[in-house]
């Protein structure tokens, strides 16, 4: 530890699935570790068997505790009740620090943290978008609505915490330019995450990793591979890894195209596991912000094919061509085909190896949040 101020630090959520569980986790562990309490407030109705299995890795960096309340996704009346029990919990462990994570846990945190302002208690206020309501659209009800609300929650906000220039600018784009701190802080992994991860025996030529829903492009994958199949003139083989409100609609579309014996799908696994699944990832996204398997992957020397949305290109290259328009499937199914049948398309076109491990580490991640708080401590 060094000689700054120990802290108490309190990580403020929805859903505990995808990269901001994987942010906030490596967030945890890196500042127990490094000295601070740290606990974590998120939502008791997602998740599955695994995230239940994360949440007992990481259970020995949550000094202050795990709660888990019923936070809903959409905007309704429970989300009094849920503020309400969030801060009766939050108020007893005493933070210095409120991190809210996404649109919904930005929301709790600098709320909760406002009214303990005013009740004189020292705590700072901090906020990642994660994407969360940056993904709306300007010039709809809905899209102005949450961007007036962030506008107006920016006044309880000491610092903001962007994953990747992109968000920042789209922040600045949708909302305008904040009027507290704002830093960019790129997410990074672990030394443990870094190594090769070679394909099973039975392993397919692709393989989606990720949350079942159409705005990660599951739909997008299918059809790009319908589509690859015909272009090459044979059958191929994918996996579809991940749990989501969307699966049934995915399960019918495979039937329907007649896919099913081709593209089999499988619950949420350890990424490492589903790395095994294949060579080649895709990341079809309509929207992302700075995701976590783009970064998991290129750390496991996998092929990386994505979507040119969010900070991906931030990790990849602006100009790399295992980048695609996203909700192209004819684009994507091109690019699939490319990296499936050219030898040395992996090695043209995936960052230098040592440039990519040193520019997104989560020690690094870590040291910059934490000075965050440090400077922004009442």
């Not at 070679?198 to 994958?221: E, H, Q, T, W």
Request: net charge positive; hydrophobic share 40%.
């Amino acid at each position: 530890m060094s000689d700054k101020r120990p802290l108490r630090i309190v990580h403020c959520f929805r859903s505990p699935v995808g990269g901001i569980f994987r942010h906030v986790r490596d967030l945890a562990e890196h500042h127990s570790q490094a000295g601070h309490q740290v606990g974590i407030v998120c939502d008791s109705s997602t998740g599955s068997e695994h995230e239940d299995k994360l949440f007992v890795q990481i259970m020995p960096y949550l000094s202050l505790g795990l709660e888990r309340l019923p936070i809903q996704r959409s905007v309704s009346l429970s989300d009094l009740a849920a503020l309400k029990d969030c801060y009766n919990h939050i108020k007893a462990l005493q933070p210095d620090i409120l991190h809210g994570h996404g649109a919904k846990g930005g929301v709790i945190a600098r709320v909760i943290g406002s009214i303990l302002r005013v009740q004189r208690y020292r705590v700072a206020r901090l906020y990642s978008p994660h994407g969360g309501s940056l993904h709306f659209r300007s010039r709809t009800l809905s899209g102005e609505t949450v961007f007036m609300a962030e506008r107006i929650l920016e006044r309880g906000t000491e610092a903001i915490s962007f994953v990747c220039d992109y968000e920042r600018a789209t922040y600045e784009t949708k909302i305008g330019k904040p009027h507290c701190d704002a830093v960019r802080i790129y997410n990074g992994i672990s030394d443990r995450d870094f190594g090769a991860v070679p394909r099973s025996a039975n392993g397919a030529d692709f393989v989606y990793i990720g949350m079942l829903r159409d705005m990660k492009g599951p739909d997008v994958f299918i059809e790009a591979f319908d589509q690859m199949e015909r272009r090459l003139g044979r059958p191929l083989s994918a996996r579809i890894i991940g749990d989501g409100p969307d699966e049934q609609k995915y399960r019918r579309m495979l039937n329907e195209r007649g896919l099913s014996d081709r593209i089999t799908m499988l619950p949420a696994m350890p990424v490492r596991d589903a790395f095994a699944m294949a060579d080649i990832v895709v990341i079809p996204s309509r929207a992302e912000a700075m995701p976590y398997i783009v970064l998991e992957a290129l750390a496991a020397e996998k092929t990386v094919i994505a979507s040119r949305v969010g900070g991906i290109p931030e990790i990849l290259g602006s100009d790399s061509a295992a980048l695609v328009e996203p909700g192209n499937p004819a684009a994507l199914a091109a690019v699939m085909a490319t990296a499936l049948t050219s030898a040395d398309w992996s090695r043209r076109t995936m960052p230098e190896r040592e440039g990519f491990r040193r520019r997104f580490s989560a020690s690094v991640m870590a040291a910059q949040v934490e000075d965050l708080y440090q400077r922004h401590l009442p």
